[in-house]
């Protein structure tokens, strides 16, 4: 629970109106923070863990904002907030997974300020990360969720390295789904991600989420025609019927034709320190009928080989009937 | 002071509330409050909007208010430390609770959790400015009276703004919509049954008045 203590300590907050102006921001100063809707951020702050000199926030730049079409797709702006993705009806009738998914982010409230960029690269709610605790993520050299007695039934059951924490980002695994790309900016040019590569895991950089240094800025997700109109299921566990971060959720595209499936794309999230894109699994269910039998097929698939904690056995079970749900297509 | 003379303070009416509010107008006078706040001054730098001015103007419940704010400053510290506007409350002061809702702009947002700096050039509603300037109180401020809709009430500002955004955007919300929509608003008495039915009343009267 937390304390009310004076106010947030101190920093310079700038507010820039272009993408220029915020990467110029960006080089020309150290300890920075980028801050979008700040739901993340200023948690961060008040509980005085990270303290950055230097605050830029990018409410003021327009060119961030904004659902258009690309090509035979979409592009939406990183600071669009997700009240607007989840109302756009772009987004509704074409890639309705990712309407689905941000609208079950978290309350009305946070929805008409967090952005779709925000949501994408909040960081772990690992609890003792944020609770402060020096673990690995923090820079220091021990994991305290992963041990025989620790509180991990929110925790990964796959992709551990030393972090056990999970990706609570709801948007990510739509994303994922729908093969959308990551747009990235610093003073050096635009560099452009594929969904599933803009996740790191531990193994990878184990204080990071995503492929985002310092210096970078999300500034556009880009998602192509190939899904739109596919059947998609889109499935989002929580300890409460109310706003909560997912204890699993899957997000899947499939293409069906005569109840063959020809094509799909299915991604987990909440059992890795990364959205999961279930590669195996897309593989396997390829010309197989959209039935039961593949759903278990698949289900089984893509949970081999998960390496529960100690209290978190309850996910591979979970994960496994989300996405035999998903590929036997259940009504959403 | 003797008791009896304290006593007899009291009942010439200065109630803690007003007490605490003019010790806020105290200091919003004697401005900056730094003891309190500890802010850094702001190093002087070449790059865009770099030392921010600290007197902004805010657009509070249609005024145009003066305020002088540090850029760390959430918009709930400044209704409430600045503004003198404590009908929005500070209950987790970490977007969870929603007892510091208001509206931006005619959206709900969490005040705790949004830069003051970040609303200049929009419009604010606290549970101050909904009532009309004659007096007459919102559909919404009346149906929770008469739905009797809470029991301790710190939560009710919060609700009472989340319904008034709920009958802006859906003038027929089923209880179940209701319900999704106050969803970011806790109550810790658990008076939810009758917040519903409060906010369905909302509902009918806001249809009533247009």
């Known amino acids: 629970m937390a304390v009310i203590r004076d106010m947030m300590p101190a920093f310079e907050l700038f507010?820039?109106?272009?993408?220029?102006?915020?990467?110029?921001?960006?080089?020309?100063?150290?300890?920075?923070?980028?801050?979008?809707?700040?739901?993340?951020?200023?948690?961060?702050?008040?509980?005085?863990?990270?303290?950055?000199d230097v605050v830029v926030e990018l409410g003021s730049v327009s060119?961030?904002?904004?659902?258009?079409?690309?090509?035979?797709?979409l592009e939406i702006g990183a600071m669009t907030s997700l009240r607007d993705v989840a109302a756009s009806e772009e987004v509704r009738?074409?890639?309705?997974?990712?309407?689905?998914?941000?609208?079950?982010?978290?309350?009305?409230?946070?929805?008409?300020?967090?952005?779709?960029?925000?949501?994408?690269?909040?960081?772990?709610?690992?609890?003792?990360?944020?609770?402060?605790?020096?673990?690995?993520?923090?820079?220091?050299?021990?994991?305290?969720?992963?041990?025989?007695?620790?509180?991990?039934?929110?925790?990964?059951?796959?992709?551990?390295?030393?972090?056990?924490?999970?990706?609570?980002?709801?948007?990510?695994?739509?994303?994922?789904?729908?093969?959308?790309?990551?747009?990235?900016?610093?003073?050096g040019g635009e560099r452009v991600y594929e969904a599933e590569d803009f996740f790191v895991g531990p193994e990878i950089d184990i204080q990071r989420m995503t492929v985002l240094e310092p210096g970078d800025l999300l500034t556009h997700v880009r998602i192509p025609g190939d899904w739109a109109g596919a059947r998609f299921y889109w499935e989002k566990v929580r300890d409460r019927k109310s706003w909560d971060w997912a204890l699993a959720s899957?997000?899947?595209?499939?293409?069906?034709?005569?109840?063959?499936?020809?094509?799909?794309?299915?991604?987990?999230?909440?059992?890795?320190p990364t959205p999961v894109r279930l590669t195996d699994v897309e593989d396997l269910v390829q010309g197989m009928p959209a039935?039961?039998?593949?759903?278990?097929?698949?289900?089984?698939?893509?949970?081999?080989?998960?390496?529960?904690?100690?209290?978190?056995?309850?996910?591979?079970?979970?994960?496994?009937?989300?996405?035999r749900r998903a590929v036997r297509g259940d009504a959403a | 002071m003797s008791d009896a003379e304290?006593?007899?303070?009291?009942l010439t009416g200065h109630s803690r509330r007003t007490f605490i509010k003019g010790v806020i107008a105290t200091g919003a006078v004697v401005s900056s409050s730094s003891h309190l706040f500890r802010a850094r001054s702001l190093s002087?730098?070449?790059?865009?909007?770099?030392?921010?001015?600290?007197?902004?103007?805010?657009?509070?419940?249609?005024?145009?208010?003066?305020?002088?704010?540090?850029?760390?400053?959430t918009l709930a510290m400044t209704l409430r430390y600045k503004l003198g506007l404590t009908g929005t409350k500070l209950g987790c002061d970490r977007a969870e609770c929603g007892a510091c809702t208001?509206?931006?702009?005619?959206?709900?947002?969490?005040?705790?959790?949004?830069?003051?700096?970040?609303?200049?050039?929009?419009s604010v509603t606290t549970i101050e400015g909904l009532e009309s300037a004659d007096g007459t109180l919102h559909p919404v401020q009346q149906a929770v009276i008469d739905e009797g809709g809470f029991q301790c009430a710190f939560c009710a500002p919060g609700f009472i703004m989340s319904m008034v955004a709920l009958t802006n955007e859906n003038p027929e919300p089923t209880r179940e919509e209701t319900a999704v929509a106050l969803s970011g608003n806790l109550c810790r008495c658990g008076d939810y049954n009758k917040i519903l039915n409060s906010a369905m009343r909302a509902a009918e009267y806001a249809r009533r008045m247009v």
């Open chain 1, 15 to 52: 507010q820039p109106t272009s993408v220029d102006e915020a990467l110029d921001v960006l080089e020309r100063h150290d300890n920075t923070w980028v801050l979008a809707g700040g739901l993340d951020s200023m948690d961060w702050f008040k509980d005085r863990i990270k303290r950055p």
């Open chain 1, 93 to 187: 009738s074409r890639f309705g997974i990712l309407a689905q998914a941000a609208a079950e982010v978290a309350t009305p409230q946070i929805r008409n300020q967090g952005t779709l960029g925000g949501n994408l690269i909040q960081d772990t709610r690992c609890w003792y990360y944020r609770g402060g605790w020096p673990c690995y993520r923090a820079g220091g050299n021990i994991c305290y969720a992963g041990t025989p007695r620790s509180m991990n039934r929110e925790h990964a059951v796959t992709g551990q390295s030393r972090c056990v924490a999970v990706n609570g980002a709801d948007t990510a695994g739509a994303l994922v789904a729908l093969g959308a790309q990551m747009m990235v900016r610093n003073p």
């Open chain 2, 6 to 10: 304290i006593t007899t303070e009291t």
């Open chain 2, 44 to 73: 002087a730098s070449a790059t865009v909007r770099a030392s921010m001015p600290r007197m902004i103007s805010l657009d509070v419940n249609g005024v145009s208010r003066s305020v002088d704010v540090m850029p760390q400053e």
């Open chain 1, 250 to 272: 899957v997000a899947a595209a499939i293409v069906e034709s005569n109840g063959t499936i020809e094509r799909a794309r299915i991604a987990i999230n909440g059992v890795a």
């Open chain 1, 291 to 323: 039935n039961d039998d593949t759903g278990m097929a698949a289900g089984e698939l893509a949970t081999r080989g998960f390496k529960p904690l100690r209290h978190n056995d309850y996910k591979v079970p979970l994960a496994r009937n989300l996405v």
């Open chain 2, 102 to 122: 208001v509206l931006i702009d005619g959206v709900s947002h969490y005040a705790c959790s949004m830069l003051t700096n970040a609303v200049r050039d929009r």
């Open chain 1, 63 to 73: 060119e961030l904002t904004g659902i258009r079409a690309s090509g035979d797709g």
